[in-house]
């Protein structure tokens, strides 16, 4: 699976948009962007997920570039219950029933 | 509907002693995944079921490391002559195995500390 590469830390003022950026410089046309997200002392939950389109549902935005080598979730009005750890995971078409591949994620502070 | 439940949720245990974790996952869900978290680390892959396939293993890191999926259904993951560097919080995740979306749902964890 490719590799994605995520800012370790990331602040952001409450009621204002969160753009957390993820690298994934080297993916395939048959990989898709997947967002999860990991709120302190939870099991991660899943927020979105794009192929090449751009993708909004009720949780977040996802805007994937047109070269496919970077994306950006957006979290249009962050709260204070948006603080978590984010992390940006490209998966296989044909894995959609596979294991995760986490990486370090980014550390999202949602400050009032 | 009910989520992913997991139990116990804290586990103490001695070196050397053998421990049971349990994954209940959501109802009608056939896929059935195994994570583990260690302090200051990321999540790690351990063991994925898929319906009756044989498990994906690839990411148990010893032979002391098992699990078993009984009717489909629940799930438990045993370590044995548990050490010190097991400890950490185990997770499972379901899914609906079908579709092209296939998010996958955690538990809360079971928190492993292993003296």
């Known amino acids: 699976d490719a590799k994605t590469t995520q800012p370790p830390s990331m602040d952001c003022a409450e009621g204002r948009a969160a753009n957390l950026p993820c690298n994934h410089s080297t993916i395939s046309g048959n990989e898709y962007v997947y967002w999860y997200r990991q709120i302190h002392s939870q099991g991660p939950q899943y927020i979105i997920h794009g192929l090449k389109n751009n993708e909004t549902n009720e949780m977040a935005s996802l805007i994937i570039t047109e070269d496919r080598k970077s994306s950006t979730l957006i979290l249009p009005h962050a709260t204070l219950r948006d603080t978590a750890v984010y992390y940006c995971?490209?998966?296989?078409?044909?894995?959609?029933?596979?294991?995760?591949?986490f990486g370090q994620g980014t550390e999202l502070s949602v400050k009032p | 509907g009910a989520g992913v439940s997991q139990s116990p949720s804290n586990k103490v245990t001695e070196k050397g002693k053998d421990v049971e974790l349990r994954c209940d996952p959501i109802?009608?869900?056939?896929?059935l995944y195994w994570y583990r978290q260690s302090l200051g680390q990321g999540l790690e892959f351990l063991i994925y079921f898929q319906g009756n396939s044989a498990p994906d293993k690839s990411g148990l890191p010893s032979d002391r490391f098992s699990a078993e999926r009984t009717g489909g259904s629940v799930s438990t993951l045993t370590i044995q002559r548990t050490q010190q560097e097991d400890s950490a919080v185990y997770l499972c995740?379901?899914?609906?195995?079908?579709?092209?979306?296939?998010?996958?749902?955690f538990g809360p964890g079971t928190r492993l500390t292993v003296l």
């Open positions: 995971i490209v998966r296989p078409v044909y894995n959609q029933g596979g294991k995760l591949i």
């Open positions: 109802s009608g869900h056939t896929a």
């Open positions: 995740a379901s899914s609906s195995g079908t579709g092209l979306v296939n998010e996958q749902f």
